[in-house]
């Protein structure tokens, strides 16, 4: 049998929709937001001319629910899928297995989850996404919560929290409008420029963290992961400690007693506090 390309396209009225569901297991999906009141669609599909002539996504309605879907009930593979999204919807949930999802300049609230696909949300306003081992990347968003198993995570310029879980897969923050949380297992951690209150966890993987202004304090920990802090005309209150590494804190006394070697640091004009701790690893300091 030939495989040919083919494409479909169609003009949907969301008959007054405000939430839409998109399921697409296998296909690199990019969704955009248009003027005017109605969905558009387009698809880049693989198949059988024959195949290719009778194929059309499932459309399903319900009240106030659009769904668009490919159930794998034909021999039609979907390469790309583009949608136009308009203004009148409020949330939007994007479904696939292995392939890629592109969100942008969707004032919405999103769902987006993936396996293996890379997820990048730009201009959206509350953001859920997952993906197993694909990069999580959100920018110009309200808020954030992400999930990883092993992919890389990356936020930039998120104004609202951000709440982050990750097994291995490394986190990259850069600047950070609200409260910052991240738990990780072996990922590395890096924040810079936050302004709310942090609270980050790592076990075995580093963590850098630069601040500069005042911000909202709060804490640092890791088990085995070293700790590097960059307080460029930060205002703060710097209590560190580690229980088998070393601190390497310039112009700050080091506590000698037995147990954990600590130090304490007032930067600029004082503020909140911020705690690091470390188990076994080192902490260092640059001002």
Known sequence: MDIEPGYY???LDP???????LRFPSSEILV???PGP???LEVDTRGSAADLAFWKPVVRRREGLLVLADEGLDKVMIAEIRIGVPQGFHDLEIHTSDGAIDVRDCRLDLLATTDSGDVHIDGSLDVEASSVSGLLHVERVES???RSLDGEIRCESVRGTISIETQSGDVSIDRAGGNVVIISDSGDIGVQQPSGRLRLFSKTGDVELDISGAFAGGEVNTGE???SLTLSEAEIELRCETLAGTINAPGCAISTNAGPRR????CGKGGRRLHAKSVSGDI????
């Open 15 to 21: 008959g007054g929709a405000e939430r839409l569901v």
């Open 9 to 11: 396209q169609d003009v």
């Open 38 to 40: 109605n969905l558009r």
């Open 32 to 34: 955009s937001s248009i």
């Open 263 to 266: 130090c304490a640091l007032h």
């Open 144 to 146: 954030a919560t992400l």
């Open 225 to 227: 992961g070293d700790i």
């Open 284 to 287: 260092e300091i640059n001002r």
